[in-house]
Each structure stands twice: as structure tokens, then as C-alpha cells.
T-cell receptor
Framework: AQSVTQPDIHITVSEGASLELRCNYS??????LFWYVQSPGQGLQLLLK??????LVQGIKGFEAEFKRSQSSFNLRKPSVHWSDAAEYFC???????????FGTGTSLTVIP | GAVVSQHPSWVICKSGTSVKIECRSL??????MFWYRQFPKQSLMLMAT?????????EQGVEKDKFLINHASLTLSTLTVTSAHPEDSSFYIC????????????FGPGTRLTVT
């Protein structure tokens, strides 16, 4: 069965520190992977996506993610966190037919000054 | 870029009434639209998938008579919550798939529904 796991429910980092949010997936075919960010009361904003090719993908706002097939992971990273990065982050895997997105349970990021 | 809008952004209604939420793709044609529900501090739960001109496909456990979905055009899908109850209060998010892109969905900003 398809599933997405975000092991960390909540993470707190200091402003300027590096960040890594974990995402593991279970999917029977080639996964199409996404990271979204959601601010309180807002919709989802796409940070980055992986379909194929280079396994290190760059996104908006200085985020990057690395696809590791052997580990079934797609971890999100940022070298230096800003206070405005505080939000909820969702990892998602898309089906090859595009008809279904499977979302992780999300990781809430708090940034302390 | 692909933009999806939702209207209204928030709505308060009385128990027993119906409320309609619109989802529009503004700069692309969406053959498929999706409706999600999100409870506080939780992830998104897919409610239904709608294809233009055909009946929506509902996920298991979602009452199709309560959550009416209409996808009448390539740019508009509507979700009507009928006979709303307080437990229907939630954040509803739609997404749309550009007919030219198979693997991606574009999300709307969400609609906050509060039933009193």
C-alpha cells in the first residue's frame, strides 16, 4: 500500500541553523515526490518536486531535497532557516496516473530567534 | 504559473443549511479536480475526485449525498455541503490538474467552513 511517513511531528530550530525534514514513502512504482508548505489558515504552496533525473532538486525559498531510492526517502533541507520559514510542511507522493496524492501527516516547524 | 482560486475563503453557516464552495482554475483547463478536507493540526484527506462532465468519485467513508460535487466546466468545480452540521466544520482545499500535466496538482488557498 502506498504511504508517506514524516517521522517528526514537530521540530524547533534556531534562526540561522540548518534544517532537515524527513520523509519516507512506500510506493510500488516510480514515485513522483513533492514538498509543500502551509502557513496557518492558508493553502499549500509547492516548494519543490521530483519526477526524474538529478536526485538533488532545488526549490523555492532556498530549500532543496534529495531523492534516495535505496532508502525510500525524500528529505527536505535548508542550510539556514529564517523566522518566516515557521510553518507546516507536508511531503506527498503522487501516483503515476496523477489521480491520487498521498500526504504525510506533516511536520510543524518552529523557528526561535 | 497555474493558479487555483477558491470562493469563499471562509464561511459561517447555521446547522441544517447548505453551503457551496467554488474552485476555479484561473489560467489553465483542469480536466480533473480534487477536494480535500483538513482538520486542525492534521494532514489533508482526499474526499473526492471530479472529472469534467462526469460524476465525481468519492473516497471510502465520504457521504456523496452530503458532499455534492459538480465539475461542470474545465475551469470550475463546486462542493456543496448539504444539511451542514457542526462536525462538518473544517478546512476544505481543492486542487486541479492541468490537462497537459499528468503528475502534478495545483492547490487552492482553502475555504474555512464553520457550522454553528
Amino acid at each position: 500500500a502506498q504511504s508517506v511517513t514524516q517521522p517528526d511531528i514537530h521540530i524547533t530550530v534556531s534562526e540561522g541553523a540548518s534544517l532537515e525534514l524527513r520523509c519516507n514513502y512506500s510506493y510500488g512504482a516510480t514515485p513522483y515526490l513533492f514538498w509543500y508548505v502551509q502557513s496557518p489558515g492558508q493553502g499549500l504552496q509547492l516548494l519543490l518536486k521530483y519526477f526524474s533525473g538529478d536526485t538533488l532538486v532545488q526549490g523555492i525559498k532556498g530549500f532543496e531535497a534529495e531523492f534516495k531510492r535505496s532508502q525510500s526517502s525524500f528529505n527536505l533541507r535548508k542550510p539556514s532557516v529564517h523566522w518566516s520559514d515557521a510553518a507546516e510542511y507536508f511531503c506527498a507522493v503522487g501516483a503515476s496516473t496523477g489521480n491520487q496524492f498521498y500526504f504525510g501527516t506533516g511536520t510543524s516547524l518552529t523557528v526561535i530567534p | 504559473g497555474a493558479v487555483v482560486s477558491q470562493h469563499p475563503s471562509w464561511v459561517i453557516c447555521k446547522s441544517g443549511t447548505s453551503v457551496k464552495i467554488e474552485c476555479r482554475s484561473l489560467d489553465f483547463q483542469a480536466t480533473t479536480m480534487f477536494w480535500y478536507r483538513q482538520f486542525p493540526k492534521q494532514s489533508l484527506m482526499l474526499m473526492a475526485t471530479s472529472n469534467e462532465g462526469s460524476k465525481a468519485t468519492y473516497e471510502q467513508g465520504v457521504e456523496k449525498d452530503k458532499f455534492l460535487i459538480n465539475h461542470a466546466s474545465l475551469t470550475l468545480s463546486t462542493l456543496t455541503v448539504t444539511s451542514a452540521h457542526p462536525e462538518d466544520s473544517s478546512f476544505y482545499i481543492c486542487s486541479a490538474r492541468d490537462w497537459r500535466e499528468v503528475y502534478e496538482q495545483y492547490f487552492g488557498p482553502g475555504t474555512r467552513l464553520t457550522v454553528t
